[in-house]
């Protein structure tokens, strides 16, 4: 069994985005310029962005981080995203999810200008990638196969089974694993909460992808040996043995089912830092696309 390290490979591919920024810098480019939103105060999204600024600094990139309180209207928020559309010193918009329920999500994804949505979350960064045109990938399934072509891990003819259907994880994932490019060319079968015989489906699986969010819901009993099982969960549950008394916990029972697996990423440091090199990647590639236009 591997483990997939998604933090070494994160700092590989870091390594290699500061050294483009650093050349783009010394032809007299200006630095690309991620913007971020953040509405409110919870916890995690606070750790998130704090996390995404942090990587601008290492990697040489300009970043904003503009915060708003709870009780920031929709219309309010969406002419904070329409200023950044407008303002040319930004290459890249992002809005951290969950945002608070009186504002619609798909409202404010929809206002993002399709050149800066560095998340892929946008219905034309979505319908691009459905057809297979360049364009921003969504960062987690970025991250993804990133860490599968680190690896050189081929998925070709393999059966992928995804448990989660959201538009952020679990339907891209679906479409990039199986879409006719390296990696891809898997033969795809998507779960979600109404899926009768999830456990037959999983049995099935050369490839799973796990993005369903609730706690170690993946058992060793619903995986076959050999298989590569990819944790897209990060759920905090009560641990008193740990002085913070709490842990973090993927999708996937991991004591059980890694013995099992020929590769597997543990949480944390799997799949999460994979997530932030993709967006990465996505503000370089708009920064660049922005001055060639
Ligand atoms: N606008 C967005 N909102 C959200 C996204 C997103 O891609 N764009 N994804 C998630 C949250 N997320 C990034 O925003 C994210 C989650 C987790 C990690 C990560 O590195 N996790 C660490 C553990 C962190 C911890 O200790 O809590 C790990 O897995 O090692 C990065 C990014 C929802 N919202």
Do not use: W
Not at 32 to 58: F, M, R
């Amino acid at each position: 069994m591997q483990i997939l390290d998604g933090l070494a490979v994160s700092a590989h591919i870091k390594e290699q985005l500061k050294q483009e920024v650093s050349d783009l810098k010394a032809n007299g480019r200006k630095a690309p310029h991620l913007a971020a939103i953040l509405v409110g105060n919870n916890p995690a999204s606070e750790a998130y962005v704090g996390n995404k600024v942090k990587t601008c600094e290492e990697l040489g990139f300009d970043s904003t981080l503009l915060r708003f309180e709870t009780s920031i209207t929709e219309e309010e928020l969406l002419n904070e995203v329409k200023k950044l559309n407008e303002n040319e010193s930004v290459d890249g918009i992002l809005v951290q999810l969950p945002l608070p329920k009186h504002i619609s999500e798909n409202a404010v994804i929809d206002t993002i200008a399709p050149e800066k949505d560095v998340d892929g979350f946008h219905p034309i960064s979505q319908g691009k990638m459905v057809l297979g045109q360049p364009g921003f990938l969504p960062a987690t399934p970025y991250g993804i196969l990133l860490m599968l072509e680190h690896y050189n891990i081929d998925v070709t003819g393999k059966h992928c089974v995804v448990i989660g259907r959201s538009n952020i994880v679990g339907t891209p994932m679906s479409i990039l694993m199986s879409r006719n490019a390296n990696p891809g060319n898997a033969t795809v079968t998507m779960c979600h909460s109404k899926t009768k015989d999830l456990k037959a489906m999983t049995l099935q699986a050369d490839v799973i992808v796990a993005a369903i969010g609730r706690p170690r819901f993946v058992t060793a009993d619903m995986v076959k040996e050999g298989a590569i099982v990819i944790d897209v969960g990060i759920n905090r549950i009560d641990d008193a043995t740990r002085k913070s008394g709490s842990r973090l916990v993927g999708d996937v029972d991991y004591d059980n089912v890694a013995p099992k697996c020929a590769y597997i990423t543990p949480v944390p440091k799997g799949v999460g830092p994979m997530t932030i090199c993709g967006l990465m990647k996505n503000t370089l590639l708009a920064a660049k696309n922005r001055s060639n236009a």
